[in-house]
């Protein structure tokens, strides 16, 4: 869920699947400048977009991270260690 305040302070929610294409910038809602922001996101739309963040991407982060301390753990634990023993260990 997305949550927003509306214009007399109370918090409003949608989901997430309702959001379409987020900008950067942020465009005033009064009436005289609607059709500039509109103007401005039909000329530019691609550069103005916020790149969405992708879940493989954080997955791929986690992934080094935990192949760093897993490797760390193996330098530090006795050479001779059988694999048993290593994995009761982690």
Do not use: C, N, W
Request: charged share 35%; net charge negative; glycine share 6%.
């Amino acid at each position: 869920m997305f949550a927003e305040f509306a214009k007399t302070g109370a918090a409003r929610s949608f989901a997430l699947e309702r959001i379409g294409r987020v900008y950067e910038p942020i465009y005033r809602q009064r009436e005289e400048f609607i059709e500039e922001a509109f103007a401005d996101v039909r000329q530019r739309g691609r550069e103005l977009l916020i790149p969405e963040p992708r879940l493989r991407d954080a997955q791929g982060e986690e992934g080094d991270a935990i192949s760093a301390l897993d490797d760390r753990l193996e330098s530090i634990l006795p050479a001779g260690l059988a694999a048993e023993d290593k994995a009761a260990l982690h």
